[in-house]
């Protein structure tokens, strides 16, 4: 399929992908269009969220039978939900009579019911009720089931992929579950998810989260305090970046309530019980594992310039267990909150910036080194497309 750019050339886009290098010091950043174009978004959808495996998110959010959330991932909206043996399961959103999408949002459902004419299919997409069928020639339900999508739950996460061949998941990850080991992912308890809209695109809501350099700018009085300078960006083997940082306290507490910080998590060893991982899974999962809590972001594109975003926030079971952890869960919210409503104003404006067909490729600070990983990785999905186009 041919790419049609509005706002460059595709012996541009192709130029300036090229420039983007594995060392961050020496590359140049994505290409302004990137987060601005909609022809290439379609692109984007296929290089970048079509080839490997892509985040669901905690398998907490699926704790019971018939736990759902509907999700539009990279143009395809699907459906994850919990069967009545436990296992999460992903289904195409789209339903075998006429194709409508079957659900929306999120929460508990005991079938799944298309609203138009009343499919009906259970938990495991098999279906069930078809009303007024039975003048259909040779109709087996059993070749209706829904389109099915293959899950891997892996250190407390689910990733799904629409590949035709899925890559192999354990070289896909690399060495993350080693990396991670210490904050015990699959011990994290989802205590809060909020979903909202941003006038961004879906990537510069993920650089943000994963940048020390725009702390002192955009978050001089709230959180910048808690930051010194942070490890060198980690060298990994997967499809991911991540960065350790000590910090001057705990990060997810604002200044006035750190004497409310719930106990350190129960791997955590030496210089890790006081600081945060950033952590950032391509190609749209980030999360901060901190000391004591772990608060994440998905970010999905509806267009170019506008993206859905998934906040959760958790922590160790432990944590959750203790008796007065409603009320200091409360001031660990409070921080997140005011970080990112302090971000979201220049996110915004980033864009108005990116929308321009003047815009050009920058470059990476010292600060930025996440920024530039996932730059490459992106890069090269997108060159590989295009070479195979
Ligand atoms: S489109 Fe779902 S029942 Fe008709
Ligand atoms: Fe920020």
Same mark, same amino acid.
């Given at each position: 399929?041919?790419?049609?750019?509005?706002?460059?050339?595709?012996?541009?886009?192709?130029?300036?992908?090229?420039?983007?290098?594995?060392?961050?010091?020496?590359?140049?950043?994505?290409?302004?269009?990137?987060?601005?174009?909609?022809?290439?978004?379609?692109?984007?959808?296929?290089?970048?969220?079509?080839?490997?495996?892509?985040?669901?998110?905690?398998?907490?959010?699926?704790?019971?039978?018939?736990?759902?959330?509907?999700?539009?991932?990279?143009?395809?909206?699907?459906?994850?939900?919990?069967?009545?043996?436990?296992?999460?399961?992903?289904?195409?959103?789209?339903?075998?009579?006429?194709?409508?999408?079957?659900?929306?949002?999120?929460?508990?459902?005991?079938?799944?019911?298309?609203?138009?004419?009343?499919?009906?299919?259970?938990?495991?997409?098999?279906?069930?009720?078809?009303? !007024?069928?039975?003048?259909?020639?040779?109709? +087996?339900?059993?070749?209706?089931? /829904?389109? *099915? =999508?293959? @899950?891997? $739950?892996?250190?407390?996460?689910?990733?799904?992929?629409?590949?035709?061949?899925?890559?192999?998941?354990?070289r896909w990850l690399g060495d993350f579950?080693? !990396?991670?080991?210490?904050?015990?992912?699959? +011990?994290?308890?989802?205590?809060? /998810?909020? *979903? =909202?809209? @941003?006038? $961004?695109?879906?990537?510069?809501?993920?650089?943000?989260?994963?940048?020390?350099?725009?702390?002192?700018?955009?978050?001089?009085?709230?959180?910048?305090?808690?930051?010194?300078?942070?490890?060198?960006? +980690?060298?990994v083997r997967g499809a991911y970046?991540?960065?350790?940082?000590?910090?001057?306290?705990?990060?997810?507490?604002?200044?006035?309530?750190?004497?409310?910080?719930?106990?350190?998590?129960?791997?955590?060893?030496?210089?890790?019980?006081?600081?945060?991982?950033?952590?950032?899974i391509y190609?749209?999962?980030?999360?901060?594992?901190?000391?004591?809590?772990?608060?994440?972001?998905?970010?999905?594109?509806?267009?170019?310039?506008?993206?859905?975003?998934?906040?959760?926030?958790?922590?160790?079971?432990?944590?959750?267990?203790?008796?007065?952890?409603?009320?200091?869960?409360?001031?660990?919210?409070?921080?997140?909150?005011?970080?990112?409503?302090?971000?979201?104003?220049?996110?915004?404006?980033?864009?108005?910036?990116?929308?321009?067909?003047?815009?050009?490729?920058?470059?990476?600070?010292?600060?930025?080194?996440?920024?530039?990983?996932?730059?490459?990785?992106?890069?090269?999905?997108?060159?590989?497309?295009?070479?195979?186009?």
């Open positions: 399929m041919q790419v049609e750019p509005d706002l460059i050339s595709r012996e541009s886009l192709q130029l300036q992908l090229e420039q983007v290098e594995s060392d961050f010091n020496r590359s140049a950043g994505i290409p302004p269009a990137c987060y601005a174009d909609a022809g290439l978004l379609a692109l984007e959808r296929r290089a970048v969220f079509q080839q490997g495996w892509v985040a669901l998110g905690f398998t907490d959010r699926w704790r019971n039978a018939g736990d759902y959330a509907a999700m539009d991932i990279g143009g395809v909206p699907l459906i994850a939900v919990c069967n009545r043996q436990g296992q999460l399961k992903a289904f195409a959103n789209s339903c075998r009579h006429r194709g409508s999408a079957l659900l929306g949002g999120s929460g508990n459902c005991s079938k799944i019911k298309c609203p138009f004419h009343w499919w009906t299919y259970d938990l495991d997409g098999r279906l069930k009720v078809y009303p !007024r069928m039975e003048n259909a020639l040779d109709f +087996d339900p059993a070749d209706y089931g /829904l389109v *099915e =999508f293959p @899950v891997v $739950c892996s250190h407390g996460l689910a990733f799904t992929s629409f590949a035709q061949t899925p890559p192999d998941f354990g579950g080693e !990396r991670h080991a210490q904050w015990r992912l699959e +011990d994290m308890v989802v205590t809060r /998810l909020r *979903e =909202f809209e @941003v006038a $961004c695109n879906w990537k510069t809501f993920i650089e943000v989260f994963n940048e020390y350099y725009h702390l002192p700018s955009v978050h001089p009085d709230s959180i910048n305090w808690l930051y010194p300078e942070p490890d060198p960006v +980690d060298e970046t991540t960065q350790f940082g000590a910090t001057d306290g705990a990060a997810a507490l604002l200044f006035e309530h750190q004497d409310q910080a719930l106990p350190v998590a129960a791997g955590l060893r030496d210089r890790f019980r006081q600081g945060t991982r950033y952590t950032w190609p749209n999962l980030t999360f901060a594992a901190s000391q004591d809590s772990l608060w994440m972001y998905q970010a999905f594109p509806l267009a170019a310039d506008r993206c859905h975003v998934v906040q959760t926030i958790a922590f160790p079971s432990a944590s959750v267990a203790l008796q007065d952890f409603g009320q200091r869960a409360l001031h660990y919210y409070d921080r997140i909150d005011a970080a990112l409503a302090e971000d979201l104003p220049f996110l915004e404006q980033q864009q108005r910036g990116l929308n321009s067909r003047f815009a050009r490729p920058g470059r990476f600070g010292a600060l930025e080194p996440s920024v530039g990983k996932f730059a490459y990785w992106y890069a090269r999905q997108l060159l590989a497309d295009l070479d195979a186009s």
